[in-house]
């Protein structure tokens, strides 16, 4: 079975700092991993996804995410915070393409002028 | 990327009746659709998958009598809850896959308040 686990419900972070959202899975199977963005009330926005291409994955808004396979992670990070990037963000993960998720908990974004 | 709409964005009714969600997708065939749940400040929960003109495979734990899925076109799926009661208040959000596409697209999701 597969699960994911977003370590830290909720980061602040101040405005042009580094952000760090972290993401560890558990897959029998090579995942497919995903990262998606929620604002309040709306429907998610995919940032980026990892399909066993490059690990180095590149998304929209300057985010990025690194698979390591060795430490199970897909970590999401960002090298400078804006303000709109506050919201909820979600690691998911499935074990085919276009198969249904399954989705972390969610870590809040906060950040701060 | 592809789009998905979902109709209505917000819908309140009173206990006991029946609410109907749609979920369009715009611009390409959406072979399996997806439900989800979302309680607040949780996660997504999948509650079905439903693939064009097959009968929806639920989750363990989500009732299908109580929550109803049709995928009776490429375009179209719907999800009807039944008899509806305060508990079942909450985040519902649809995604679509299929065609050449080998990703999930969310729809925007539609806020269910029962009173």
């Known amino acids: 079975a597969q699960s994911v686990t977003q370590l830290g419900s909720h980061v602040s972070v101040s405005e042009g700092a580094l952000v760090l959202l972290r993401c560890n899975y558990s897959?029998?199977?090579?995942?497919?991993l995903f990262w998606y963005v929620q604002y309040p009330n709306q429907g998610l926005q995919l940032l980026l996804k990892?399909?066993?291409?490059?690990?180095l994955v590149k998304g929209i808004n300057d985010f990025e995410a690194e698979f390591k396979k060795s430490e199970t992670s897909f970590h999401l990070t960002k090298p400078s915070a804006h303000m709109s990037d506050a919201a909820e963000y979600f690691c998911?993960?499935?074990?085919?393409?276009?198969?249904?998720?399954?989705f972390g908990k969610g870590t809040t974004l906060s950040v701060s002028s | 990327g592809a789009v998905v709409s979902q109709h209505p964005s917000r819908v309140i009714c009173k206990s006991g009746t029946s609410v109907k969600i749609e979920c369009r997708s715009l611009?390409?065939?959406?072979?399996?659709m997806f439900w989800y749940r979302q309680f607040p400040k949780q996660s997504l929960m999948l509650m079905a998958t439903?693939?064009?003109?097959?009968?929806?495979?639920?989750e363990q734990g989500v009732e299908k009598d109580k929550f109803l899925i049709n995928h009776a076109s490429l375009t179209l799926s719907t999800l009807t809850v039944t008899s509806a009661h305060p508990e079942d208040s909450s985040f519902y959000i649809c995604?679509?896959?299929?065609?050449?596409?080998?990703?999930?697209?969310f729809g925007p999701g539609t806020r269910l308040t029962v009173l």
């Open positions: 611009d390409f065939q959406a072979t399996t």
């Open positions: 897959s029998s199977v090579p995942p497919y």
């Open positions: 990892y399909t066993s291409a490059a690990t």
């Open positions: 439903s693939n064009e003109g097959s009968k929806a495979t639920y």
């Open positions: 998911a993960v499935s074990d085919q393409a276009g198969t249904a998720l399954i």
């Open positions: 995604s679509g896959s299929g065609g050449s596409y080998n990703e999930q697209f």
